[in-house]
Structures are given as structure tokens and as C-alpha cells.
């Protein structure tokens, strides 16, 4: 079942989503080498309290923490730890939800900590590319087909590996609703996009072989060929023309500067 948004849910979905920028921010001003996950994952969890927010992930089906930390090779749900600590060359995918008054936000960003590697950058550059160029055929009367296979696209003729396993989905009072978003499919296939859709939209790509398992903590999905792994989601809405961009990278890019790509 698709539930349409009205026009004061929609801003309800952006209210949750902004503040789940802005707690990106707040991690983003402390991701360096020598910090450990479980620090940036009780930055925003005070955060997100300090703000009305709840964290959505904390409690998910059992899920431990506030944010997903994946570090490298670790693709999503990566589970913060004190013992987990970055260093330079790595990278590091956050994702997390907050509901606020009701209503979801999801959206996730893969951070160069200190110095990454040009081809790990382009790993990084090309999946956010995806990301946009899917977001680009989010409007009515497409087909979601048409955001898979453009996505997948876009990745498989960079060379990289695009994760099956894990897909996007819809969003709004739940944090997982209809339909699934899958990375890869054909153009023309899927259902026809109606305006007041919420989707999450969200490549997974690995520099390596598209392959992944589950960790025996049963979350932390890994490469089996352990090269690093990136992730960029954004929240939006279907309209005419052009989707509307419910989640934001607008305040991690005032942290990061010039290093924002
Ligand atoms: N954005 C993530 C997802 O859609 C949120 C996961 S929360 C968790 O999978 F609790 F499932 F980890
Ligand atoms: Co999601």
C-alpha cells in the first residue's frame, strides 16, 4: 500500500529530515582519525534528544544505536563501537532516522576521513552522481524502473558493483513503507510515480565484486571481498518536473568546506 502525502505532510517529512541534516552535521565536525563510532553515535543521540527528535534506528527491531557507522568495507548497519576507532584513508557511511511529530526522515553520507585514495574518492563522487541522477526521474508519470536502471547505470559503467540485497523504500509515518527501491532494474518497468510519493532513495556501491554478507551481529552487512563500500540516501517527494528534495547535505557541506565533493 503507497500512501500519498498531503501538502502539510510533506513539511512535516522536511522539518524530520532537516533536523537529521543538521545531527549529520554535528557527527560531521568530529569525523577524524582517533575517534571511535561510539563517539559520533552519542553526539547525535544527544542531539536529536536535545532537539524533540527520536531516534528511529534505536530500538528497531532490536537495533542497538542511534546511527548506522560503516566503516570501508562495511556497506550499511554497521553498528557503533568504542573499539571501532577511524583513521586516515578511511571512510565512513552514516545513516540513521529520526521521527519527529510523527513522521520519518532517512538519509545517509559516506565521508573521506583524512586522506582517501583517488579511486576510493571516485567511489564516493560516482555514487552520490547516482543518487542525483536517480532523484532526477522521481517525477510523475515515470516509472520506478526508470530511477533503478538509471542508478544502476550510472555505477556499472563506472566499473563499480551495485548491492542487491539492500534497497530503498517508501517513507513517512513509517520508517520502511512502500514500495521497495531497487538500485538496479530495467527503465519502463515497475509502478507509474504519482505526485506525493515519499521515497528514500539510496545506492549502495562497492568498488569491488557487488557481493556482501551479514556479520554475526546480525546487522553489519560487509563486501565478501572487503573493498570499501559507499552510500549516499536522500528522502524525497514525487512531483511534476521535478522531485522535491526532502532531506538535505546543505549542513554537512557548511562543516566540510572545501573537502565537501
Ligand atoms: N536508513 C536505514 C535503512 O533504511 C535505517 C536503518 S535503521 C536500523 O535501512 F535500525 F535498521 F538499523
Ligand atoms: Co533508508
Not at 557527527?27 to 563510532?37: E, L
Not at 533503478?148 to 555505477?155: G, Y
Amino acid at each position: 500500500m503507497i500512501y500519498l502525502k498531503t501538502d502539510e505532510e510533506i513539511e512535516l517529512m522536511r522539518a524530520s529530515n532537516i533536523l537529521l541534516g543538521k545531527t549529520y552535521a554535528e557527527v560531521a565536525k568530529s569525523i577524524r582519525p582517533g575517534v571511535s563510532t561510539a563517539e559520533l553515535d552519542k553526539i547525535a543521540y544527544e542531539f536529536i534528544m536535545d532537539n524533540g527528535g527520536k531516534p528511529a534506528c534505536l530500538g528497531y527491531e532490536g537495533y542497538p544505536a542511534t546511527l548506522c557507522t560503516s566503516v570501508n568495507e562495511q556497506v550499511v548497519h554497521g553498528i557503533p563501537s568504542k573499539d571501532q576507532i577511524l583513521k586516515d584513508g578511511d571512510i565512513i557511511s552514516i545513516d540513521s532516522s529520526i521521527e519527529l511529530n510523527g513522521w520519518h526522515s532517512d538519509s545517509a553520507y559516506t565521508f573521506p576521513v583524512g586522506e582517501v585514495s583517488p579511486e576510493v574518492m571516485r567511489l564516493l563522487k560516482t555514487t552520490k552522481e547516482a543518487l542525483y541522477l536517480g532523484i532526477e526521474q522521481a517525477i510523475t508519470g515515470r516509472r520506478l524502473g526508470d530511477v533503478s536502471a538509471t542508478i544502476q547505470n550510472h555505477c556499472e559503467r563506472a566499473g563499480f558493483g551495485v548491492v542487491r540485497e539492500f534497497v530503498g523504500h517508501g517513507i513517512g509515518r513509517d520508517m520502511h513503507e512502500d514500495p521497495e527501491v531497487c538500485n538496479y532494474g530495467r527503465r519502463g518497468n515497475g509502478i507509474v510515480l504519482k505526485s506525493g510519493m515519499t521515497l528514500a532513495i539510496e545506492p549502495m556501491i562497492t568498488l569491488g565484486r557487488r557481493q556482501i554478507l551479514v556479520e554475526d551481529d546480525g546487522w553489519t552487512a560487509r563486501t565478501i571481498d572487503r573493498k570499501p563500500a559507499a552510500h549516499y540516501e536522500h528522502s524525497v517527494c514525487v512531483r511534476n518536473g521535478k522531485a522535491d528534495i526532502l532531506s538535505t547535505f546543505d549542513y554537512i557541506q557548511e562543516v566540510l568546506g572545501d573537502r565537501f565533493i
